[in-house]
Structures are given as C-alpha cells and as structure tokens.
C-alpha cells in the first residue's frame, strides 16, 4: 500500500487562526480524502479532493472554513479556517488503491 | 446518503474468546464493506474488508460476514489475544458508483480482550 505522511503531527492553535495541514503520498493516486476524528468520535468524511479542480464537501462542510488544494497526483492540504475550540479533531487524509482505502497518521489539532 | 449502525459499542471477552461486532448500512447500492482497526493514537488500518458479491471472508482469526438481503455485515475474530484490543469501525461505500471511495463508518467498537 501507498506510505503516506502527514504534517504537522500535532499543534496547539489559538482561536480565530488558520492552519494548514499537508498530505504527501510515496505514489500517485486518483483519489485522495479528508476526513475529521472528533475526540472519541468516529470518522466523518469532508471531501474529496480532486485533483486540479475543486473539491467536493460533504454535508456540513464548506469550503471557506475547510479549503482544499491538491496540485498534483500526490499532494494535498487541507486548512482549518478561523478556527474555534470546536475543530479539535484529529484530521486524517485517505487515499484509495482500487477499492481499499488507507490512512495517514493524522494531524492531531487542538484549538484553545 | 448511507448510513451505517455498529453494535455494541463496547465489548469485553477473555483472551481466547471470540468477539463478534456487527453492522447495518442503508443504502443498498453499498457493495464494499471494509474493517479497520485502530490502536490508540495511530491511524486506522485496515484488517478485512468485503464485496457484494461474497458471502464470507476470512483472514487467519478474523472473518466477515455479508448478508446482502438484511443489509448487515459482522466481523468475527476468534481465538482472541490481548493484541485484539482496540477500537474496530466498520464502513460502507459504493465502489465504483458516483460515491466512488467515499466511505461512510459507523461509530466504533471498543474491544478489551482481558489476559
């Protein structure tokens, strides 16, 4: 499977801040997500991010507070925006391979 | 859009039990249905998974289980060691529909396998 990293593994951010979290992938793939582990909690998919165009939000989730870039087949960010105590998560990208779906290590945010 | 169930919540079982968790899923176009299991503080890893067009699968101790009619799908693990701890997710997508790779989970299983 794919080896997949992210950065930063954690930070502590102050509310009303921004922060961009970066996903590399050792391959290239067609189809890379982002999802968001609330404390606890279970896994919500909040887009799909397609390669040279927009990505696509899920329900709940828009893309002034969550902006996605990924200019190439192994490379995406993801930025929280205005961030609020609410958005500690640990957010995770995804890429598949077929039908498989694998994760990265996460990007743990807490916002104060 | 899917939604899927997962029960229970918790588990607890003596090392060497099994341990069955099980899932429903709404939306019938579903046809891949993975397993992930993920240790506290690391990434989520995927353990099994199976298509539509299976009825069983198994890998070792752990199999899964699809019941296409019943929209439900179990995993089972036998034999269980403390190792097993940790909490399970199952989820559901619609592979190669408009939904390709988006994967809708249910709420997670803490399993403790006690020694």
Wanted: glycine share 8%; with cysteine.
């Amino acid at each position: 499977s794919a080896v997949i990293s992210q950065k930063p593994s954690r930070d502590i951010c102050q509310r009303g801040t921004s922060l961009t979290i970066q996903c590399q992938v050792d391959s290239q793939v067609t189809m890379m997500f982002w999802y968001r582990q609330q404390p606890g909690q279970s896994l919500t998919l909040i887009a799909t991010a397609n390669q040279g165009s927009e990505a696509t939000y899920e329900s709940g989730f828009v893309i002034d507070k969550f902006p996605i870039s990924r200019p190439n087949l192994t490379f995406s960010t993801l930025t929280v925006s205005n961030m609020s105590p609410e958005d500690s998560s640990i957010y995770l990208c995804s890429v598949a391979q077929g039908d498989e779906q694998f994760f990265g290590p996460g990007t743990r945010l807490t916002v104060l | 859009g899917e939604n899927v169930e997962q029960h229970p919540s918790t588990l607890s079982v003596q090392e060497g039990d099994s341990a069955v968790i099980k899932c429903t899923y709404s939306d019938s176009a579903s046809n891949y249905f993975p397993w992930y299991k993920q240790e506290l503080g690391k990434r989520p890893q995927l353990i099994i998974d199976i298509r539509s067009n299976v009825g069983e699968k198994k890998d070792q101790r752990i199999a899964v289980t699809l019941n296409k009619t019943a929209k439900h799908f179990s995993l089972h693990i036998t034999e269980t060691q403390p190792e097993d701890s940790a909490v399970y997710f199952c989820a559901a997508s619609n592979a190669g529909g408009t939904s390709y790779g988006k994967l809708t989970f249910g709420q997670g299983t803490i399993l403790t396998v006690h020694p």
